[in-house]
């Protein structure tokens, strides 16, 4: 919760709700192409609700990666672990991509 007074004397509050990211599954990069947009969809819906900051993101994703993604991800520039625009683009492109041979 954070809180701004006005010169009038006037306090608004805002509160930002409570997201609990274990209501999402672990991702499961073995998933199909459709099952791991979708999961994509609803970790960033939850991160929205949850005003989650870049930091923030980045912390819960890694929660939910299984270790080989774990370790794909520790092999990226350290730029993109950890920015958090970076890094999606990248994990869009390894996991929510059709692969074609």
């Known amino acids: ?10 306090t608004v509050f805002t ?21 791991r947009i979708r999961w994509l969809e609803k970790f960033q819906s939850m991160a929205v609700q949850g005003g989650w900051s870049d930091k923030m993101h980045i912390y819960e994703m890694r929660l939910k990666l299984p ?14 672990r950890h920015s958090w625009k970076r890094f999606l683009k990248a994990f869009q492109e390894k996991y929510c991509k059709a692969r074609t041979s």
């Open 1 to 10: 919760m954070t809180s701004k007074t006005f010169q009038a004397g006037t």
């Open 15 to 35: 509160y930002k709700p409570y997201v609990n990211a274990s209501a999402l599954e672990d991702f499961n990069e073995k998933a199909s192409l459709s099952t």
């Open 67 to 80: 270790s080989s993604a774990r370790d794909w991800r520790y092999n990226l520039d350290e730029d993109v």
